[in-house]
């Protein structure tokens, strides 16, 4: 059997001896990782809450401690060590150790410790940042109103902040930019002071615009923390004149408006006219110029001036008088009629008509757009076969007769059936206007129809009248025939209870006194 020699057995002994250290290294190394406790920084604002958490993976029954920044033991496992009510046990078991600290303030700020009681002892640090709430911010440098084109600088102040906080401007809700923000600290503070400027040049239409500053910071969300102003602006008045009625009409009272507006308000108003001085019938008082009564000599442009201390304005007016009668005004009147109107509509009929009731209906319609009605009416109250009888018979003084020759010869004036009727226009209100041929239409007859018909119209109602006088005094009749009585005299009271007419005689009051009465005695 062959020996190894000395160099070989020597090379082995190193390599197990190298192998055991590495084996025995690596478990020191693994035990000291699963002790090391574990923690995290933590960012708080002032006056807010922070949670301190230090974990380990496995435990030797060892305790863990939490320390403050001046090395002050806070919280030993579950056991207080510090008295500071800000301080609560929040979670403690034997791989855990977390505490609550509320109501942080600025010298709350700095590196806790949290330790492990083993052989060797093990630490860990966390860093606690505390962030310093900026201020409201204030805006200065705007106490009195800007004239119209003068520029004007704001400043927008914040203290307290930490770290700085940044400004922003906004105008009409739009950010704009101002100048870069000044930083300051403040002595034996850790806090700082932040300022921003904005110069705008105003005009008219900034009056009343918001103008804000906003602080972005960490510690507060977005736009809670601003401040608002609002620009006024002094600015010449915008004159514009309104009238008080649609249209300006001859002989009509009229007036004109003038509205300035302006900052301030104007209180000085003057009226004059382009060509002139104002006429006799125009009286001005202060912002309204009144017109009597209107004038074609009233025509021209108007102009009024408004002045408000700042700045004057003015404005114009076209005055155009319109005819009363004109088409275009709304004053302009009409003659109408209407169609079912006996006294808006007179016609004549001409002195020779021949025909039955039709054909006068059909003469009507040539008169008026709706006969039909006027035809019914007519067919209805008197047969057409008795048409010409019953008028001829009420009203001798008509100039024709239907069922007869024509009493009187046409004469040229008269208008026959072959003449062109008036013409009439139809407006979308269900009313019918008389053109200028229709006024111009004269017939010498028209006063004697128009009599005819009158006297036709009293004679039917009188016919009317004495039909219903006959009918009451027939029903009178027929209600007294059907309602007679009987009447008990004043002999026969006392009979109704007599067996026969003698004893009925003899029993009535008025023959028992009757024949004592008439009793007469002889000696």
């Known amino acids: 059997m062959a020996v190894p020699s000395a160099p070989s057995a020597l090379w082995i002994v190193s390599l197990l001896t190298a192998l055991f250290s590495a084996a025995v290294h690596s478990n020191i190394v693994s035990d000291d990782e699963l002790l090391q406790p574990v923690t995290s920084d933590e960012t708080v604002s002032v006056g807010g809450t922070v949670t301190l958490t230090c974990r380990v993976a496995e435990t030797d029954n060892s305790s863990l401690q939490w320390s403050n920044t001046a090395q002050q033991t806070l919280y030993f496992g579950e056991k207080r060590a510090l008295r500071d009510n800000r301080i609560q046990l929040h979670r403690s078991t034997p791989t855990e150790l977390s505490i609550n600290i509320s109501d942080v303030q600025l010298s709350d700020e700095g590196e806790y410790t949290c330790s492990i009681f083993t052989m060797p002892v093990r630490t860990a640090r966390a860093t606690v940042t505390v962030l310093g709430v900026p201020g409201t911010p204030q805006i200065s440098g705007f106490e009195n109103p800007v004239p119209e084109g003068e520029k004007v600088t704001l400043t927008c102040t914040s203290t307290g902040s930490k770290p700085p906080a940044k400004l922003r401007w906004y105008k009409g809700g739009m950010e704009v930019q101002g100048r870069p923000d000044v930083v300051e600290s403040i002595p034996d503070d850790p806090t700082y002071n932040v300022s921003s400027e904005l110069t705008l040049e105003v005009s008219a239409s900034d009056d009343n615009t918001i103008i804000a500053c906003v602080v972005d910071h960490d510690s507060v969300k977005p736009g809670e923390k601003k401040s608002e102003q609002s620009l006024r602006v002094l600015y010449a008045p915008e004159v514009a004149i309104n009238p008080d009625e649609r249209m300006a009409i001859e002989g009509q009272r ?7 507006k302006g900052n301030p308000e104007p209180t000085i108003y003057t009226w004059e006219k382009a060509d002139g001085e104002l006429p006799p019938l125009a009286k001005a008082d202060g912002a309204i110029l009144s ?8 025509n021209g442009v108007y102009t009024c001036h408004a002045d408000n201390g ?7 007016y076209m005055l155009q008088v319109q005819d009363p009668y004109s088409p275009d005004s709304s004053y302009a009147t009409t003659p109408t009629f209407s169609p079912t109107s006996t006294s808006s509509l007179s016609f004549s009929p001409p002195d020779v008509f021949q025909g039955s009731g039709s054909d006068f209906s059909d ?24 048409t010409s009888t019953l008028s001829n018979a009420l009203f001798p003084d008509l100039p024709f007769s239907p069922d007869s020759t024509p009493l009187i010869p046409p004469s040229p004036a008269t208008p026959s059936l072959s003449s062109p009727a008036p013409s009439v226009s139809v407006q979308t209100n269900g009313v019918y206007t008389l053109t200028d041929d229709a006024r111009n239409l004269t017939d010498t007859t028209a006063m004697s129809t128009s009599s005819g018909v009158d006297h036709a119209v009293i004679g039917g109602v009188v016919a ?23 009447y008990l005299t004043h002999e026969a009271k006392g009979s109704d209870d007599a067996p026969d007419a003698d004893t009925a005689i003899i029993n009535a009051e008025g023959g028992h006194s009757g024949a004592e009465e008439k009793k007469e005695y002889f000696i």
């Open 291 to 298: 017109f009597l009564m209107l004038n074609k000599s009233d």
């Open 464 to 486: 009317v009248i004495v039909f219903i006088l006959l009918c009451l005094l027939i029903v009178l009749g027929r209600y007294l025939i059907r309602h007679k009585g009987t």
């Open 254 to 260: 009229f007036s004109l408006q003038c509205s300035g």
């Open 310 to 316: 700042i700045g004057k304005g003015r404005g114009s």
């Open 363 to 386: 003469f009507i319609s040539t008169f008026s757009p709706d006969s039909s009605s006027l035809t019914a009416v007519i067919s209805t109250t008197i047969p057409p076969s008795s």
